[in-house]
């Protein structure tokens, strides 16, 4: 996390639930801010429910490889891949993870900054569930300044262009992730 030339992040959690989605627009955003990005996303055949993660790279010099062992930062969506990606984090990097259902017994990693963000919580309140995703991404952005958060609300005002509904609701998932990350808790 120490170098501004690059960030790296693994988003993981189960389908449907806007994984692979924020990883997308988060190297999206990034395209006119980083000589070199790449989103590699990562799924099993079953749709819906089945585990799935995305790596996305940030890099001002060329990108050797897609494919990361351990990351800067790994952001988990759902609890149940906190286990199987925590060996997936540099030492002393950044973990933020969805607070709901996770079992802080279950957190082992002693040399991690770890993050908890009520995205689900905040979702509901926001409206919609499905947005949870924008809330972890928002704290994400926030924590680790890879891009500014303005770049990213940008982009998605030329996605949701005309959908005004979804454009402020997802708008809002993300500043409210970014609030959470300020105000949060960390294990």
């Not at 993660?53 to 759902?78: F, K, N, R, Y």
């Not at 982009?155 to 005004?164: F, I, N, P, Q, S």
Request: hydrophobic share 45%; proline share 4%; glycine share 8%.
């Amino acid at each position: 996390m120490g170098n501004v030339n690059r960030h790296d992040v693994i988003i993981a959690g189960v389908g449907g639930k806007g994984v692979l989605t924020a990883g997308l627009l988060l190297a999206q955003a990034a395209m006119d801010h980083y000589h070199s990005v790449m989103w590699f996303p990562s799924y099993q055949a079953a749709m819906r429910g089945g585990p799935c993660e995305c790596t996305v790279i940030l890099s001002q010099v060329e990108i050797a490889s897609p494919i990361l062992t351990q990351a800067d930062s790994v952001v988990i969506m759902e609890p149940s891949q906190f286990k199987p990606f925590e060996g997936r984090l540099v030492p002393w990097g950044l973990f933020i993870a969805e607070s709901a259902g996770l079992q802080k017994e279950s957190i082992t990693r002693q040399d991690a900054r770890l993050v908890l963000v009520p995205a689900v919580e905040a979702a509901l309140e926001l409206g919609e569930t499905q947005v949870s995703n924008f809330v972890l991404l928002g704290s994400y952005l926030e924590l680790t300044k890879a891009l500014p958060q303005s770049v990213v609300e940008s982009h998605l005002e030329k996605r949701y262009a005309g959908r005004d509904k979804s454009l402020n609701l997802n708008l809002a998932a993300l500043r409210c992730g970014a609030h959470l990350a300020r105000t949060g808790s960390q294990a």
